[in-house]
């Protein structure tokens, strides 16, 4: 089985290279950053860890839904280009809003893409 914790912080490393704010624990996030989750892991008889469903929250800068999407587009494109640097393929990016820190929402999107061992 591969280390899912080695992979999230190369993840996180790929993406904070490529200049875009990158963490692993939601303590950490000051937007915009992006937030590694762990895995969602797929287990075979007999084989242990076949695969993992990888997640990734970008969340944005409260600062109305059209300034977000400034921001956050650009950043996608950066995000997705690092990952595939990682020998990853981003498969969605789906719209969200998430909780912050101060109980407010961010908006923001979870990228997902997929692994297998």
Not at 26 to 41: E, F, G, H, Y
Not at 65 to 74: E, K, N, T
Request: one cysteine or more; charged letters at 20%; aromatic letters at 8%.
């Amino acid at each position: 089985m591969a280390d899912p914790l080695a992979d999230m912080k190369r993840y996180r490393d790929a993406i904070t290279a490529a200049g875009v704010r990158c963490v692993l624990d939601a303590r950490d996030v000051n937007p915009p950053s992006v937030l590694i989750r762990p895995p969602t892991l797929s287990y075979r008889f007999g084989r242990g860890c076949v695969g993992s469903e990888w997640a990734a929250w970008l969340m944005l800068p409260d600062a109305g839904q059209l300034d977000a999407l400034r921001v956050g587009f650009p950043i996608l494109d950066t995000i997705t280009d690092a990952l595939a640097g990682a020998g990853v393929a981003v498969v969605d990016a789906t719209p969200s809003d998430f909780q912050s820190a101060d109980g407010g929402t961010v908006p923001g999107f979870i990228l997902t893409w997929k692994n297998s061992h």
